[in-house]
């Protein structure tokens, strides 16, 4: 089993829709948590990055967190097309470098 | 403040030819990775140094070498290029969250 994981998708919603990506963790330790989006043939960026357990809100989307049933979401409101991407969710322990990413789910917003 | 940048963009070799993957940053972060990503299959740690002078294996190490030339910059070689290393690389470093490199296409023959 692994470490993370990731809803596999694909996911195709059409424009305005709300979306939900999530991931599941096993390593009880991890207490930092990250989505990054990629573009096609592009490299992955950040996008929101979150210590612990709550919520974070940055425009559109918001990220949140449950330690206690190790379960993070990335919601999209107001999704557009431009937001079709793959999403990968990411986290890390306090001490260590290294992050562990999930998979990767990808996005289509249909105009 | 180009962030993280790797060269070349592409390539393409043949079974058995060498090649060095370059990376470099300047966000002065300690943390610098190597990762493939192969369809399906996310991204996989190949190398990673936490600091200048330092590496470790990741979880695919296997027909790849690394050197951390300096604080900046990351390289990765491929001594004997299979078919089986055709694949995306990224660089990417990091404080804590990791910023990524926008990728070498390598396809081996």
């Known amino acids: 089993q692994k470490e993370v994981e990731q809803d596999p998708g694909p996911l195709s919603v059409p424009e305005g829709a709300i979306v939900s990506l999530n991931c599941t963790y096993s390593?009880?330790?991890?207490?930092?948590f990250m989505w990054y989006r990629q573009y096609s043939r592009k490299g992955p960026e950040l996008l929101m990055y979150?210590?612990?357990?709550g919520n974070k809100e940055d425009g559109r989307f918001t990220a949140q967190v449950d330690k206690s049933s190790k379960y993070i979401s990335l919601f999209i409101r107001d999704s557009q097309p431009s937001d079709s991407a793959t999403y990968l969710c990411?986290?890390?322990?306090?001490?260590?470098?290294?992050?562990?990413f999930g998979d990767g789910t990808t996005l289509t917003v249909k105009p | 403040n180009a962030g993280v940048t790797q060269t070349p963009k592409f390539q393409v070799l043949k079974t058995g030819q060498s090649m060095t993957l370059q990376c470099a940053q300047d966000?002065?972060?300690?943390?610098m990775y190597w990762y493939r990503q192969d369809p399906g299959m996310g991204l996989r740690l190949i190398y990673y140094?936490?600091?200048?002078?330092?590496?470790d294996k990741g979880e695919v190490p296997n027909g790849y070498n690394v050197s951390r030339l300096n604080k900046r910059e990351f390289s990765l070689r491929l001594e004997s290029a299979a078919p089986s290393q055709t694949s995306v690389y990224f660089c990417?470093?990091?404080?804590?969250?990791?910023?990524f490199g926008p990728g070498t296409r390598l396809t081996v023959t």
């Open positions: 140094s936490a600091s200048e002078g330092t590496t």
């Open positions: 390593n009880s330790a991890f207490q930092y």
């Open positions: 966000m002065n972060h300690n943390s």
């Open positions: 990411a986290m890390r322990d306090t001490n260590a470098g290294k992050s562990t």
């Open positions: 990417a470093s990091s404080v804590g969250e990791q910023y």
């Open positions: 979150t210590y612990s357990s």
